[in-house]
C-alpha cells in the first residue's frame, strides 16, 4: 500500500473516509506533525475493508513500527475496526472519527445499492454532489469544503467509489470489537454530522471498555476539514496522555 508522511515524532496513523484522499486529513496533519510522524496510507479502492486494514498494518512494518496511534474518518474508522479486530497489537490507542461501530439498516443498504446504481449508469458526478450535500455542515455545502469533496471524489473516479461503497455496505457490525478492544477509544463527532450524531458516539463510547466522546461544534460529517484545528488539538490532548500512560507503565510504540 502507498501512503505519505508529514512531520516526525510518535507514529500516527490517519484513514480517510469514502471518496477521500489524504488530503481529508492533510489540514490536520500539518499541525500535529510537529509531535508525530503522520502516516497518511492510500485505503481507498480496496474492495475489502479488512484488506485495507491488511494494507495499514504493512505500512507499518514497512516503516519499521510495531505499533501506532490511529484516526478513522467514516470509512477510515471501519478500517480502524478491522485494525482491532486482526491486528490489535498494532494500535495503541484509536480515534474513531464521524463512524459506526453497528451495521448498516435495510434503508441505508438501500441506498448503497442506488448509489451503485447510479454509478454504473455513468451518473457519478450526480453521486458526488448529493454526497458532498449529505457530509458537509449546512454553512459549508456551498465554497471551497464542497469544491474539495467533489475534487477528491472525482480524482478517485467511479470504480474506487463504488469498489469502497460495496465494502462497507457489505461489512456487518463491529460491535464485538466495541465490546473487547483493550486500546483506548476516543469517539469524535461533529456537532451537525446527520450520519454518525453526536448521541451515536457518546453511545459508543459508554459501550467501550476504555471509551470517551467528543463533540466539535459546528461540523457536519466531514470535521478533520471542516474543523481542523479542534480535530488537531482533540487527538492531540488524547493521544499524548495515552503516550504519558505508555511512558510511566514502562512501554511505549516500538
Known sequence: M????????RPLVLIPGLGCDSRAWRPVGEILSDGFLVIHPHSWGRGSLREAALGVSGVLQE???GQAFVAGLSMGGYITFE????????VIAAALVD???FGDTPDRTAKRNRVLELIREGRFDAVLDTYAGSVLAPRNTRGPLRD???????????????????????RGTYEDVLASARAPLLFVSGEMDALTPPDLARDMASRARDGRAVVVPGAGHMTPIEAPAEVARVLREF????????ARSGGGPS
Not at 2 to 9: A, I, L, N, V, Y
Not at 83 to 90: F, G, W
Request: hydrophobic letters at 40%; charged letters at 30%.
Open 148 to 170: 474539495l469533496i467533489l475534487d477528491m471524489g472525482r480524482s478517485l473516479g467511479p470504480r474506487t467509489f463504488a469498489a469502497d461503497v460495496m465494502a462497507i455496505r457489505d
Open 63 to 65: 516503516l519499521g513500527l
Open 83 to 90: 485494525l482491532l479486530r486482526h491486528h490489535p497489537e498494532r
Open 2 to 9: 502507498r501512503f505519505e508522511t508529514q512531520g516526525s515524532g
Open 239 to 246: 493521544f499524548e496522555a495515552r503516550a504519558g500512560e505508555e
Open 99 to 101: 463512524t459506526t461501530t
